[in-house]
């Protein structure tokens, strides 16, 4: 029974290039969300997607990231252009669909995948 | 708004000690959810436990146990007879459902450091 599947584990570009980072949900979740840590900071929410459709990415950058997670294969997080502050971990999380207001399982995470822009 | 403070930035003990870790929470949603999770030094997040709001009933999981007291909006963990393999940054987190969806807010974690 897989986890939360995320890769590459390590990812380096230059500046100026572009980084995709990939994340498979555990198996029979629908949703999927990523975040973002900062060196020395906790995790702060970037987008939450289920298939086909983006829920909340209220805490995507406005330029340069994009996230998608369509409805075949992993969800796809894509920074274009990247900068020397774009440098972070990035996890992926999935879970069952939400039903009635209620969540109906812990947020599972993937093992992160480590950017570093050089 | 949903916040979560670890106020507690590094700690560091001598195998065997108890240590708590400290969570305070402020959130307007009557039904919410908390977590802890344990990042070790190889970087990935390992989830520990999720309360939900409508259950105070203190838990104990081996040498892990957490206090939840919605009246101080704390959600404290303690570690008895601490060992070095517990060394890592502990996250607490938040999930709101009515105002905030399906985002989790973490704190900022606590660096614990057992010593041997």
């Known amino acids: 029974n897989a986890g939360v599947m995320q890769n590459p584990r390590h990812l380096v570009r230059r500046r100026g290039q572009e980084a995709r980072l990939r994340c498979s949900p555990m198996k029979g979740h629908s949703h999927v969300y990523w975040y973002r840590q900062l060196p020395e900071e906790g995790l702060k929410f970037m987008v939450y997607l289920q298939k086909e459709n983006i829920i909340d990415e209220s805490g995507m950058p406005k330029e340069r990231f994009s996230a998608e997670f369509p409805k075949e294969g992993p969800s796809i997080l894509r920074i274009q252009q990247v900068v020397r502050g774009d440098s972070a971990a990035y996890f992926c999380a999935s879970s069952r669909a939400v039903t009635g207001g209620t969540y109906n399982s812990p947020l599972h995470f993937g093992n992160g995948t480590r950017l570093t822009v050089t | ?116």
């Not at chain 2, 240590?19 to 929470?25: F, G, P, Q, R």
């Not at chain 2, 007879?81 to 905030?100: I, M, N, P, R």
């Open chain 2, 1 to 116: 708004a949903q916040k979560v403070t670890q106020a507690q930035t590094e700690i560091s003990v001598v195998e065997k000690e108890d240590v708590t870790l400290d969570c305070v929470y402020e959130t307007r949603d009557t039904t919410y959810y908390l977590f802890w999770y344990k990042q070790p030094p190889s970087g990935e997040l390992v989830f520990l436990i999720r309360r939900n709001s409508f259950d105070e009933q203190n838990e104990i999981s081996g040498r892990y146990s957490w206090n939840f007291q919605k009246s101080t909006s704390s959600f404290n963990f303690t570690i008895t007879a601490s060992q070095v393999v517990d060394s890592a940054v502990y996250f607490c987190a938040l999930l709101g459902g009515e105002t905030s969806g399906s985002r989790l807010t973490f704190g900022e974690g606590t660096q614990l450091t057992v010593n041997p």
